[in-house]
């Protein structure tokens, strides 16, 4: 994660805070954004609930929806509704606890039994054992989407998830034909590609909108426009118990 304008960050950050303590809410932070974006989810929040804290608006949530294609994300941009979900959350323990009690009992009574045996010998092998028994749920599915007391603070300091490769073309300096290069690389009719690697030479020719990432134990290539699909070959991976994850 990462953000350029500190001072206002810390101000979004500070009205989020007191919104939190002012009872059993649930805060997170969205990103006002900048143009059409289908990495990242999205946060649609109601308008006529507008608060005002320390000049900053507060608005209560009315959903929050996965990664949009591309004409979705432009009519989410232009409708003025929507909010980047930038993952970021705030809340009392008492808060979110009460949340995991009435949507994720099974969580909640993990969380028990290791609140139970925290000082035991056995913490470790309890750890492993309850954490294997749950259900694999992002906190948005699990109790954002659910909950009744959810609440966005939108803020505009510079923000970027950098949780995609394409991110980093928005971070890093390009070359004279909009590539990304970091290692040893040789490129020759190369454009607007994302190439990082450590010692081995990578050679490319006639390619453009292509992510290459080499490492030690791996190699991937990818387009572009597949990027965010990346997880597919996590998946593929798992299924085939592979050493590499």
């Known amino acids: 994660?990462?953000?350029?304008?500190?001072?206002?960050?810390?101000?979004?950050?500070?009205?989020?805070?007191?919104?939190?303590?002012?009872?059993?809410?649930?805060?997170?932070?969205?990103?006002?954004?900048?143009?059409?974006?289908?990495?990242?989810?999205?946060?649609?929040?109601?308008?006529?609930?507008?608060?005002?804290?320390?000049?900053?608006?507060?608005?209560?949530?009315?959903?929050?929806?996965?990664?949009?294609?591309?004409?979705?994300?432009?009519?989410?941009?232009?409708?003025?509704?929507?909010?980047?979900?930038?993952?970021?959350?705030?809340?009392?323990?008492?808060?979110?606890?009460?949340?995991?009690?009435?949507?994720?009992?099974?969580?909640?009574?993990?969380?028990?039994?290791?609140?139970?045996?925290?000082?035991?010998?056995?913490?470790?092998?309890?750890?492993?054992?309850?954490?294997s028994k749950l259900e694999s749920i992002s906190i948005d599915y699990g109790i954002m989407e659910k909950a009744k007391n959810v609440y966005v603070v939108p803020g505009d300091f510079g923000w970027d998830d950098v949780g995609s490769w394409t991110s980093i073309e928005r971070l890093y300096e390009k070359d004279e034909n909009g590539n990304v290069i970091k290692g040893n690389v040789v490129s020759v009719d190369t454009k607007k590609c994302i190439i990082t690697g450590s010692d081995k030479l990578i050679a490319t020719l006639g390619i453009e909108d292509v992510i290459i990432v080499d490492t030690e134990e791996a190699l991937l290539i990818c387009s572009k426009d597949k990027s965010q699909n990346a997880k597919e070959v996590f998946k593929e991976l798992k299924e085939k118990n592979s050493e590499y994850l």
């Open 1 to 131: 994660m990462h953000w350029e304008d500190e001072e206002t960050y810390l101000g979004v950050l500070k009205t989020a805070i007191e919104k939190a303590k002012a009872g059993n809410n649930l805060v997170t932070i969205g990103i006002k954004p900048q143009h059409p974006e289908t990495g990242y989810g999205y946060i649609n929040f109601k308008k006529i609930t507008n608060e005002i804290i320390n000049n900053n608006s507060v608005h209560k949530v009315e959903r929050f929806v996965e990664k949009p294609d591309y004409d979705t994300a432009v009519k989410y941009v232009e409708s003025g509704d929507y909010l980047w979900n930038s993952g970021m959350f705030i809340w009392k323990t008492s808060a979110i606890l009460n949340a995991i009690k009435e949507y994720m009992p099974q969580l909640y009574s993990a969380l028990n039994v290791i609140k139970e045996n925290f000082d035991s010998d056995e913490i470790e092998k309890i750890l492993y054992e309850e954490y």
